[in-house]
């Protein structure tokens, strides 16, 4: 299974944009890159996903590099709401199981 | 859309006893669902992979005689802890792959049921 590798932990500033990077250097050419949250006692909120193309919708945009070896989760403008554990993972589409890693824990300081 | 239910939200059972948890798919069918577990401060962990009509497929080191996992309908997919004991209590939740679209693509997940075993 293709293995992501992420930060523990960022900060940011309430109101700025927030760039969470994730690298997954083994990824295959029919993997999916998924971006979930999580906050405490919740189950992942799905936040954006891709496969090739840079993505974007109401929550977040998602940059992919022209290798796919690594990935952008970018919030345009954190709000206290947005401070969660942030889990980037990779599956296929034919079996579509997801393996999480440890996440990066993200913290917006008012 | 893509909303996932699971109930109960919470269980407290005596050890020895076994707990049924119910996931369910709200407004779409779900082919395939998938059972994590949760350990305090700690990742999501793959336990199996339900498909409907068909038997689940465990995880390496996942019992399935202790994990039973039953998927009899496009909706609803069902987890039973059997004999519960302590070293059991963990978040299970549980999520649905989507039918069509990138919804296929992705999963949609539970709000999670919090087990614990006295």
């Known amino acids: 299974d293709a293995k992501t590798t992420q930060p523990n932990s960022m900060e940011s500033n309430e109101e700025e944009p927030v760039h969470l990077p994730c690298n997954h250097s083994t990824i295959s050419g029919t993997d999916y890159i998924h971006w979930y949250r999580q906050l405490p006692s919740q189950g992942p909120e799905y936040v954006i996903h891709?496969?090739?193309s840079n993505v974007n919708n109401r929550m977040a945009s998602l940059a992919i590099a022209e290798d796919r070896k690594s990935s952008t989760l970018i919030l345009h403008r954190a709000t206290l709401r947005d401070a969660a554990v942030y889990y980037c993972?990779?599956?296929?589409?034919?079996?579509?199981?997801?393996?999480f890693g440890t996440g990066t824990s993200l913290t917006v300081i008012p | 859309g893509a909303v996932v239910s699971q109930h109960p939200s919470r269980v407290i059972c005596k050890s020895g006893t076994s707990v049924k948890i119910e996931c369910r798919s709200l407004?779409?069918?779900?082919?395939?669902m998938f059972w994590y577990r949760q350990f305090p401060k700690k990742s999501l962990m793959l336990m199996a992979t339900s498909n409907e009509g068909s038997k689940a497929t465990y995880e390496q080191g996942v019992e399935k005689d202790k994990f039973l996992i039953n998927h009899a309908s496009l909706t609803l997919s069902t987890l039973t802890v059997t004999s519960a004991h302590p070293e059991d209590s963990s978040f299970y939740i549980c999520s649905a792959r989507g039918t069509s679209g990138r919804d296929q693509e992705t999963q949609y997940f539970g709000p999670g049921t919090r087990l614990l075993v006295l």
């Open positions: 407004d779409f069918q779900a082919t395939t």
């Open positions: 891709g496969l090739t």
């Open positions: 993972i990779l599956s296929r589409y034919t079996g579509n199981q997801f393996y």
